[in-house]
T-cell receptor
Framework: DTAVSQTPKYLVTQMGNDKSIKCEQNLGHDTMYWYKQDSKKFLKIMFSYNNKELIINETVPNRFSPKSPDKAHLNLHINSLELGDSAVYFC???????????FGSGTQLSVL | GQNIDQPTEMTATEGAIVQINCTYQTSGFNGLFWYQQHAGEAPTFLSY????GLEEKGRFSSFLSRSKGYSYLLLKELQMKDSASYLCAVRSPTDSWGKLQFGAGTQVVVTP
């Protein structure tokens, strides 16, 4: 069983569209994250939830909206996609905030 | 602010030793992680240091000097499968929810 699974693995879409990425973890962790890895391979935190509560919200355009229906799920919805949103988005989880991260396999988003 | 520096790329021969340095200047410090990321895959945890000194785990060791803002990851008996990017990440104090700040990664190329 995959510990942290995210879908889809690849997402190709046009500018201006709205898309969602889903993430689920079966590790029983309290904390989940969204990270963005750009073409220069910088891995940057976007959001973190602890027990469904938002605890980290970096300077991210409000076109990005995370949702955590329960502590095992953290989804990312992106409105009005722009070219600069093209990147790999990683979901991750940890037992508690700041502990070792377990990453999903990533979603390669390409905005055309 | 946070500044984390690592070399962009290092090349070494199979069976050799490589040392990847990471220097950091951060507004707070509560531990340092090393992650390995193979091309097209998710990062995976390698090591964690919060106190000064050397942590050894098989062929990989990690060292930390908090006073110098310096860490290194030592890879011994290099194997071809060790070709990957190695990411240094500094954890913020707990009042920042232990947020991780990643360096840009060091691409290690192992040659036969």
């Amino acid at each position: 069983d995959t510990a942290v699974s995210q879908t889809p693995k690849y997402l190709v879409t046009q500018m201006g569209n709205d898309k969602s990425i889903k993430c689920e973890q079966n590790l029983g962790h309290d904390t989940m994250y969204w990270y963005k890895q750009d073409s220069k391979k910088f891995l940057k935190i976007m959001f973190s939830y602890n027990n469904k509560e938002l605890i980290i919200n970096e300077t991210v355009p409000n076109r990005f909206s995370p949702k955590s229906p329960d502590k095992a799920h953290l989804n990312l919805h992106i409105n009005s996609l722009e070219l600069g949103d093209s990147a790999v988005y990683f979901c991750a989880s940890s037992p508690v905030p700041g502990e070792k991260l377990f990453f999903g396999s990533g979603t390669q988003l390409s905005v055309l | 602010g946070q500044n984390i520096d690592q070399p962009t790329e290092m090349t070494a021969t199979e069976g050799a030793i490589v040392q990847i340095n990471c220097t950091y200047q951060t507004s707070g410090f509560n531990g340092l992680f090393w992650y390995q990321q193979h091309a097209g895959e998710a990062p995976t945890f390698l090591s964690y240091n919060v106190l000064d000194g050397l942590e050894e785990k098989g062929r990989f060791s990690s060292f930390l000097s908090r006073s110098k803002g310096y860490s290194y990851l030592l890879l011994k008996e290099l194997q071809m499968k060790d070709s990957a990017s190695y990411l240094c990440a500094v954890r913020s104090p707990t009042d920042s929810w232990g947020k991780l700040q990643f360096g840009a990664g060091t691409q290690v190329v192992v040659t036969p």
